[in-house]
């Protein structure tokens, strides 16, 4: 099944609008970002080991500028403190790194 920007964008608008706390939306936006480079990179014969790595391969084969890349690695580094390092972001930190998901799937599909 080929997916496409627009069913990530929907999948985000459902987590953000879930009742749950700040802390508890973000393993989900990870997963998110986790299953968009997963998708993007599918056809890639390269392996890679963790989130870091595709992702940044992701942002490199896009040409994500690099702010942008800082502000979705930003999210990556966010959510994995919340699950493992008992992180608590704030409305401000969830509100930006939405927003830096938001601006990846926007590149990453060319979604206007």
């Given amino acids: 099944m080929k997916v ?4 990530f964008f929907d999948d985000l608008i459902e987590i953000h609008n879930e009742q749950n706390s700040i802390t508890d939306k973000y393993p989900k936006l ?9 998708d993007i ?17 992701v942002c490199e084969k896009t040409n994500l500028d690099r ?23 704030n409305q401000d930190d969830y509100l930006q790194n939405l927003k830096a998901l938001c601006n990846a799937l926007r590149h990453f599909y060319s979604i206007d």
């Fill in 4 to 7: 496409n920007g627009i069913e």
């Fill in 30 to 38: 990870r997963s998110l970002l986790e299953r968009v480079c997963k």
């Fill in 41 to 57: 990179t599918k056809d890639e014969s390269i392996q890679f080991s963790n989130l870091f790595s595709r992702l940044n391969y």
């Fill in 67 to 89: 702010r942008k890349t800082f502000q979705i690695n930003t999210l990556r580094i966010n959510a994995n403190n919340v699950l493992h390092s008992d992180f608590k972001p």
